[in-house]
């Protein structure tokens, strides 16, 4: 399953039953609509486990969707998850809980065809973000290039992958050479929960150097976020902002930073 089709199951194991819109305003209407399930637990703790760190509830471990153990490598990483089950009240919301939603789209999803999502990653990376360039008004440029160069320039020097760029949004062939060095660089990062990070935050910015430049270290997440957004907010700042628009990115920033989180968490 290759494309847009793996980007769907993407979507609807990231979202969860209940939310299968991929738009996060319409999740989160859907899920005002939704009974929410009540907490059936008391205890949440993180345990030992076979390849891993196991999430309990009253002593029982957490299954995905899937019905798969839900095990991570990592103390820490778990431990993210454990903090989003311990945070819910009376009722679960699964979206107040990012890392779970994502980690199951991993276990659940990513691991049955790692390639066709490393080659998703790959495919944003042929037009990504950073190389379609305004040429007016100045104010933009200077922001563009301010925050995008950087990593035009990390890309070259640190990964071996030159990028071209490009004036407004006629499509730029990019070099073959760079698109299977990003590749290769992937490929070292294509365990599920890894790649299914380094995917969201790429889809959510239009960006797969922004997502490998955090991953690598290179930036935080707030830097990437503000570099993924500099259009949207220099034409916020210009004409306004629009409250659905608001919340959308609201949400979105939260999935984003969860992924963020969960990168630097499976470091140890």
């Known amino acids: 399953m290759k494309g847009s ?3 769907d199951i993407l979507n609807d194991l990231e979202a969860g039953k209940q939310l299968s819109d991929p738009d996060p305003v319409r999740r989160a209407q859907i899920q005002m609509k939704t009974h929410l399930p009540k907490r059936f637990y008391k205890a949440v703790s993180v345990a030992p486990a076979e390849n891993g760190f196991a999430i309990h509830l009253d002593g029982k471990p957490v299954r995905t969707p899937g019905k798969a153990l839900l095990v991570l490598p990592t103390e820490k990483a778990a431990a993210l998850v454990a903090d989003e089950f311990a945070a819910q009240g009376e009722t679960i919301d699964p979206m107040t809980m990012p890392v779970m939603r994502l980690v199951n789209t991993a276990i659940d ?3 049955s ?13 042929s037009s990504d973000l950073l190389c379609y360039r305004a040429d007016a008004p100045q104010g933009l440029v200077d922001r563009q290039n301010e925050h995008w160069d950087p990593i035009i320039d990390w890309a070259r ?5 030159r990028f071209h760029l490009a004036e407004g949004v006629i499509h730029v062939e990019q070099p073959r050479e760079s698109i299977a060095v990003l590749g290769v660089h992937l490929a070292q990062r294509a365990d599920p929960l890894r790649l299914a990070a380094i995917h969201v935050m790429t889809s959510l910015t239009g960006s797969a150097l922004l997502a490998l430049a955090v991953e690598f270290g290179e930036i935080d997440g707030d830097a990437a976020w503000t570099a993924g957004h500099v ?3 220099w034409q916020a700042e210009h004409w306004g902002h629009d409250a659905e628009a608001v919340a959308r990115r609201a949400h979105r920033k939260r999935d984003f930073m969860a992924a963020v989180g969960l990168l630097d968490a499976l470091k140890g």
């Open 157 to 161: 020097s640190a990964l071996g992958a």
């Open 109 to 111: 999803g990513v691991a």
């Open 113 to 125: 065809d790692p390639q066709a999502v490393l080659e998703d990653v790959l495919r944003f990376a």
């Open 5 to 7: 089709g793996m980007r």
């Open 231 to 233: 259009d949207e907010d």
